[in-house]
Every structure is written in C-alpha cells, then in structure tokens.
C-alpha cells in the first residue's frame, strides 16, 4: 500500500493516546501460556501479537482475544509435528522457541525471508547447553525445529550478542524448568530496559527471580501462578513518534496513555528532545512535548535501538552536530535501520557520516520542491519515521505504508488526526 506522506507542516497542535505496548502484550502472552493460563488486560492487537496468538493457539493453548482482554487457558495436547509461521516477528519467534522447547512434541518455528536472516545462535546454543535438541537452517537460522520436552535447567551462559531477545526468551521459559534456571550473561548486554519488562512479567505471574544491578546473573525459580494478569502500559516506542513531529515540526502535542514512570526504555525520548531543547509538561493524564528542537541531538541508543529511525530525523532537522550512538546491532532489525534511514534521508538532503555505530549529521535535510519516493523496507519503525521527515521535508511518496499494522494498526488514521491529511 503506496502512501502520500503529507507535508511540510508547521505548528502542530492536537492530542493523541497510544495503544498498548507490544513488548508487553508479547511477554503477557507468553508467560500467561508458561503459566496454564491466565489474562492480559489493554494488549495491543497488531500482526505481530496476533501472530503469536494464533501460534499459541496452534500449540494448544486456547486464546480468547475479546477488546480490552486476551485470556490465555491451559493447554491443551495437540499432535505434533506443527509448523508455525510469525512472519517478521523476532520477539515471537524468539519467545516461542524457548517456551516450546519446554513442551513435548516436535514444533517448527518459521518465518518471512527477513526473519530467516535475522539471527537465532545465541539462543539455539544456550538451548542445546540445556539439553534441548534443536535444529535450525545454517545452525544458525530459522526454520528451526525443537523435540521439546522435560528441560532439567540449572546454570548456562549466555552471549546475547544483538538481540535482549534471547535473554528475555530463556528468563520466561525458566519457570518451567524442573531447577529454574540460573542465567550468567557475557559480554555487552544489549537493551536492558526490555529485560526490566520481562522481570514485570513473571513476577506478575508469581516467579521467583532474581538480577544483579547490572542485570547480567539472573535466577529464577521454577513454577508460576495460573490465573494471573498482566496490565499492559501504553508504547513509548509508538508515543516517540508523535514527540518527534514536535520536535520537527513545532507547536505542541499531548501524548495520553504513556506512564512517565514506565520500566520502557523507550520513554528516554523524553529526556533526549529536552536536552535538544524541547520543552516538557507533565499534565494530569497527558505529556505534553513543544518544540521545535533548537540544539543539536546527542543520544546513545545502545539501550535503545527503537528510537533509532524517529531520532534519526530529529538530528537530520536539529541544529549541526547532532550524534547517534550505539548503532551496531540495528542491522539485525526488521530491516538493516541504519542503512535504509541514511539512504531515505539521503534523498531528501542529509549527509551523514557513519562509522562504528555512530551517526553523525553532516547536513541536515532540505525542504523539497516535488515529492521524493523512500521506502520503508517492509519496516514498520522506517515508515513512521518517514511520516516524521515529511513534516519538514514536504510531501513524500512511500512505497508500503501497510507495514505499520506490526506494531500500530491505526497509525495512519491517528496520525491524520494531529498533521492534517
């Protein structure tokens, strides 16, 4: 689905209220299945849960999705072998290869071309350290089948490389293993606020976990609470768009459904637009963002890699020497992010300098006379930040506006809503 970016825009003005944050609801769904049932209350319904969902249900887990609540109930013995399809969901497929490999049967986790690329070793090998036979493609890669089944647990290591994924998918399957698990993380822990969100999760479900302060020795013990629930927060991932129109195009936006007080790491846009020069109000049941930017942009993204393609065109409209960092393992997303983020805003003006996981801004980006065609690779996070750049840009024809449904199935129609069609 082609989509005319509208712009440029001035002054924005408006209200919006995010949906539910997908990390969580992922997280709420798998543990709730970990657990032999239980609810998740405001999840977010997109392609990627929904896929999860369905993958659950294909296992034997009955999901009832109705509005506000998704109730998960025991599971139910299905014939095995079965093969599940989650698209371009890293999340899913990593969450599920864990939690499956706890469960008896022979289940076969797949995906579209880009997850197939998107790497799996970090989890495969902590799973076969644990005794579960796994076979993936390249022995890297997905497809991957797993003979699940009793896992004792006990002590492994664990390099999470690109992906918090990984961590996070053992740390919800722990509970039951017949030990727990005893997790020892080594070398550069990535995104840790997404590991904050799966300690929520099982402690609302009754696990029994433990961290260190830098969050690199975990314990959990076995056994969960059937019957629990989950409390899904609004996205910040998803509010980081709307605080970056501000941030462009000026004026003064009011995001409802976001908690400032969120485990979400993704809530740093706040503090990273402020030290730009955006102002900040704390209403009774809103955050207001005024813009626009007015000094040059300086983040490190390495906790935070969502926030990537939203900051990218905030440093590409700030003042001179706005720096990105902690890029490195953006290539592994739903798309390479970097690389189709400096393209896209190449063709609208910017120049950039990147090496070594660090952006730098060379020249911003220019005002068009005509529509200028980007893409958004099939990436749900590019195409919302297309919508941003348009603001300033003026007028751009993406190729796929479709893809927003991963994450924020009405985007476009909220989106509207503050910028005018």
């Not at 005002?367 to 007028?395: E, F, N």
Request: proline residues 6%.
């Amino acid at each position: 689905m082609a989509v005319r970016l509208p712009g440029p825009r001035h002054r924005l003005e408006g209200r919006v209220r995010l949906p539910g944050s997908k990390s969580q609801t992922n997280r709420g769904l798998i543990v709730a299945a970990a657990a032999g049932g239980g609810r998740i209350l405001q999840p977010l319904e997109c392609e990627d849960t929904v896929l999860l969902a369905t993958a659950l249900r294909r296992c034997g887990w009955p999901v009832d999705w109705k509005g506000e609540v998704a109730t998960v109930g025991t599971r139910l013995q299905v014939a095995t072998p079965v093969t599940l399809h989650l698209g371009n969901s890293g999340t899913g497929a990593r969450l599920l290869l864990a939690l499956l490999s706890t469960v008896p049967g022979r289940w076969i986790v797949d995906g579209v071309p880009r997850l197939r690329e998107r790497p799996m070793w970090p989890l495969i090998a902590a799973l076969r350290e644990l005794g579960v036979a796994v076979e993936a493609s390249g022995e890297a890669c997905l497809p991957a089948a797993i003979d699940g089944g009793s896992v004792t647990g006990g002590r492994v290591r664990l390099a999470p490389g690109p992906s918090s994924q990984f961590v996070s998918a053992l740390l919800l399957a722990a509970p039951r293993m017949e030990r727990g698990l005893e997790l020892e993380l080594v070398g550069p822990v990535p995104s840790r606020p997404y590991l904050e969100l799966t300690r929520e999760a099982l402690e609302a479900f009754g696990a029994a976990v433990e961290a260190d302060g830098e969050l690199r020795r975990w314990r959990v013990g076995p056994g969960l609470r059937a019957g629990c629930r989950l409390d899904v927060e609004g996205d910040w991932s998803a509010a980081a768009f709307f605080a970056a129109a501000a941030a462009v195009a000026g004026g003064s936006l009011e995001i409802g459904g976001v908690s400032p007080g969120s485990v979400q790491g993704d809530r740093r846009i706040l503090e990273i637009l402020e030290a730009a020069g955006c102002r900040m109000s704390l209403l009774a049941d809103a955050i207001a963002v005024s813009g626009p930017v007015s000094r040059p942009v300086e983040a490190d993204l390495a906790d935070t890699p969502d926030l990537f393609p939203a900051l990218a065109v905030v440093a590409a409209v700030a003042p001179a020497g706005s720096c990105l960092r902690g890029l490195q393992n953006l290539r592994h997303k739903e798309s390479d992010r970097l690389g189709v983020m400096v393209d896209n805003l190449g063709r609208l003006g910017a120049v950039f300098h990147v090496e070594d996981g660090v952006l730098r801004v060379l020249r911003g980006l220019r005002q068009l006379d005509v529509p200028v065609k980007v893409t958004s690779a099939g990436d749900h996070r590019i195409a919302m930040a297309m919508a941003v750049a348009a603001l300033a840009a003026g007028g751009l024809d993406l190729d796929d506006g479709h893809c927003v449904e991963k994450s924020f199935p009405d985007f476009w129609r909220v989106w509207e809503g503050v910028t005018g069609p």
